[in-house]
């Protein structure tokens, strides 16, 4: 049976919705979690260049909001990949 636990940017903690298959391999996990952090270096790249002055408001509070569910994801992500390189190490030992 697959293990699952939910990504803390869950906004309903009580019935989360997006989880984590916690039984998946290292590799994979790590592959998940380098997705986002590479998206969220991807976005403050792309905010570094703006000039901030032609910038709305609002467009700069999504592109936050969006860099930190990606990087609370890949924090999420990486625990998981650290707990499966534990558990796979352990088979192997």
Do not use: W
Request: charged residues 25%; hydrophobic residues 45%; aromatic residues 4%.
């Amino acid at each position: 049976m697959t293990d699952f636990f939910p990504l803390a940017s869950n906004p309903t903690k009580n019935n989360p919705v997006l989880l984590i298959a916690a039984d998946r391999s290292y590799l994979d996990l790590q592959e998940c979690a380098e997705q986002r952090l590479s998206a969220v270096r991807g976005l403050m790249h792309s905010l570094s260049c703006m000039k901030l002055e032609h910038a709305g408001a609002q467009d700069l509070s999504n592109v936050a909001e969006a860099a930190a569910l990606l990087l609370d994801d890949a924090h999420d992500l990486f625990k998981a990949a650290g707990a499966a390189a534990k558990r796979e190490a352990c088979k192997h030992a």
